[in-house]
């Protein structure tokens, strides 16, 4: 089974340039997470989705983040613009749903983007 | 709210010796317990989970934690440590509800000395 894919792995640009991360999940995950991890913390919520949906945003900077996750299947994290403090590693997470069986509390990450804003 | 609080930052263990990672977690309703590990450049991987069946819920690599509700703790622990379990450890719980938000501790960071 293909893990959560996300890209590019890493991306350099200089504060108030915009950027996009992109995110494919397991195949059937209806839950996708993104989750910001600065360095020497654990990584944060920024945003969750069920199938299209959002379902929890309440720790995302809207006035300079947006996600999308248009047909339910891959999600796209823009920043724009960026600020020297969004340097991290943007974590993708998936989840099943209890109608497509196995467990639903277990989140599965991609490798992550680290972001450098200079 | 729920919250986590891992106990050192950093830890350093003999290869061979126990390995012991603290955790205390606070949260207003039953709680879900995780482990993740992090290789460095990976994303997170599971290592263990506690979903209130089982108190003592035993993982992948030889680790094993132990839910303790009176001292709202869920510890880390293997008998041996390995040179390949160097990494960053991350403690997380969920409100145990289909699909809740995870909220992550700062982390801890496992060198092992040869």
């Known amino acids: 089974e293909a893990g959560v894919a996300q890209s590019p792995r890493y991306k350099i640009i200089e504060k108030r340039q915009s950027v996009a991360f992109w995110c494919n999940p397991i195949?059937?995950?209806?839950?996708l997470y993104w989750y910001q991890q600065i360095l020497g913390q654990g990584p944060k919520l920024l945003i969750q989705f069920q199938n299209n949906g959002v379902v929890d945003d309440s720790q995302l900077p809207k006035d300079r983040f947006s996600a999308e996750r248009l047909k339910g299947v891959d999600s796209t994290l823009k920043i724009q613009p960026a600020k020297l403090e969004d340097s991290a590693v943007y974590l993708c997470?998936?989840?099943?749903?209890?109608?497509?069986?196995?467990?639903?509390?277990?989140?599965?990450f991609g490798p992550g983007t680290r972001l450098t804003v200079l | 709210a729920q919250s986590v609080t891992q106990l050192g930052s950093h830890v350093s263990v003999s290869e061979g010796a126990l390995v012991l990672l603290r955790c205390n977690y606070s949260?207003?309703?039953?709680?879900?317990l995780f482990w993740y590990v992090q290789y460095p450049n990976q994303g997170l991987q599971l290592l263990l989970k506690y979903t209130s069946a089982a108190t003592l819920v035993k993982g992948i690599n030889g680790f094993e934690a132990e839910f303790k509700k009176s001292e709202t703790s869920f510890h880390l622990t293997k008998p041996s440590a390995h040179m390949s379990d160097a990494a960053e450890y991350f403690c997380?719980?969920?409100?145990?509800?289909?699909?809740?938000?995870?909220?992550f501790g700062e982390g801890t960071q496992l060198t092992v000395n040869p």
């Open positions: 997470a998936s989840s099943p749903t209890r109608l497509a069986g196995g467990s639903t509390d277990t989140q599965y």
């Open positions: 997380a719980v969920s409100e145990g509800v289909s699909g809740s938000r995870l909220t």
């Open positions: 949260s207003s309703v039953p709680p879900y």
């Open positions: 195949s059937g995950h209806a839950t």
